[in-house]
């Protein structure tokens, strides 16, 4: 079974920064894809970026230089960070894993971002 836990969020204050980890409980060497979404209070769910099984990153063009994320295969672990949080990162961030196409997600993380 595919059980993934986000931990790491929490409320935090404008500038500072974010970094918000996901275990999974399977070994992610093997998985197509992991990857991180985020969902605003009213707003559709959205990509933020997604590793690849041969380490290739591809982050969403708003996303970019914005985010980084990162991978431990060792640790079956991924990893998102975000340097500079404004009130707009506000948000649920969840982890994704892709296995043949069927998505296995986490229960997400709320973040909100203080002023």
């Known amino acids: 079974q595919v059980q993934l836990v986000e931990s790491g969020g929490g409320v935090v204050q404008a500038g500072e920064s974010l970094r918000v980890s996901c275990s999974t409980s399977i070994s992610i060497s093997s998985v197509d894809v992991v990857g991180w979404y985020r969902q605003a209070p009213g707003a559709q769910r959205e990509l933020i970026a997604t590793i690849a099984r041969g380490e290739e990153t591809n982050y969403v063009p708003s996303m970019e230089g914005r985010f980084s994320v990162s991978k431990d295969d060792d640790k079956n672990t991924f990893t998102l960070q975000r340097i500079g949080l404004k009130p707009e990162d506000t948000a649920a961030y969840l982890c994704?894993?892709?296995?043949?196409?069927?998505?296995?997600w986490g229960r997400g993380i709320q973040v909100t971002v203080a002023t």
């Open positions: 994704v894993v892709i296995i043949k196409g069927a998505y296995y």
